[in-house]
């Protein structure tokens, strides 16, 4: 049972794969849609997927007609080249639209903006979505904070001004706290965590302690999911 545990904790979205069906994000596919909606991604649009993991978004965009490409540190799926948010291997102004979702918290943001106007024309999208903490991190193990996108996260409003500040005009936000609590519920549906941690010891219950502290950030509010859609200006 250690060695469960163990294994949770070194590879949180691994877990949540084996859990969960569909994109590793609140919202799932259908909020992948409606993004790229906003965004006004239809045929021929030259689209380019940063952290594209399995490729669950750019088959939703091709379907749509985009020319979609997708980039990814460990790339596993065809038309997906590898690269990372801070050093995209493309040329200025060759890409219409930029999705990047839940993976933006990873990186150097400042660094991977510039990098998203670059690689845009001007009048080109950012369709970007992350998580979001409003105060303290919850206290959760480094591990599982990395994981799930806490180390990096910051509050909405200095997302925003980030954004803003790396020469992009937002033109809607959107909050999606209520797909997160949804994802929350899916996965204690199927994972009955409180039995298994429970006969672990002293170390279930410190992790079971830490989980509850996320689970209650979440149900407050302090820890969310948005969505936003910006204009480059430069």
Not at 14 to 36: I, M, S
Not at 49 to 71: K, M, Q, T, Y
Not at 127 to 150: K, M, Q, Y
Request: aromatic share 2%.
């Amino acid at each position: 049972m250690e060695g469960v545990l163990d294994a949770a904790l070194a590879n949180p979205w691994g877990t949540l794969d084996t859990v969960l069906d569909g994109p590793l994000h609140p919202g799932g596919t259908e909020a992948t849609a409606q993004l790229l909606d906003r965004a006004s991604v239809g045929p021929g649009t030259r689209l380019l997927d940063v952290g594209c993991g399995a490729g669950d978004a750019l088959s939703v965009a091709r379907d749509r007609g985009a020319d979609a490409v997708g980039i990814d540190s460990a790339p596993t799926t065809d038309r997906a080249l590898q690269g990372d948010a801070t050093a995209l291997p493309l040329t200025n102004g060759s890409v219409d639209v930029l999705l990047a979702e839940c993976v933006l918290c990873l990186t150097d943001l400042d660094v991977a903006l510039a990098e998203a106007n670059r690689v845009l024309v001007v009048g080109g999208r950012l369709a970007l979505s992350d998580v979001v903490v409003d105060g303290d991190r919850p206290g959760v193990p480094d591990s599982v904070a990395e994981a799930l996108c806490l180390t990096g996260a910051r509050g909405r409003d200095r997302l925003t001004e980030k954004v803003e500040a790396a020469g992009f005009k937002i033109e809607d936000v959107t909050d999606h706290h209520d797909d997160l609590l949804a994802m929350r519920d899916r996965v204690t549906e199927r994972v009955d965590y409180r039995g298994l941690l429970g006969v672990m010891g002293e170390r279930g219950q410190r992790a079971l302690s830490a989980i509850e502290t996320l689970e209650a950030a979440v149900e407050a509010g302090d820890v969310s999911y948005v969505s936003l859609v910006a204009t480059a200006q430069n």
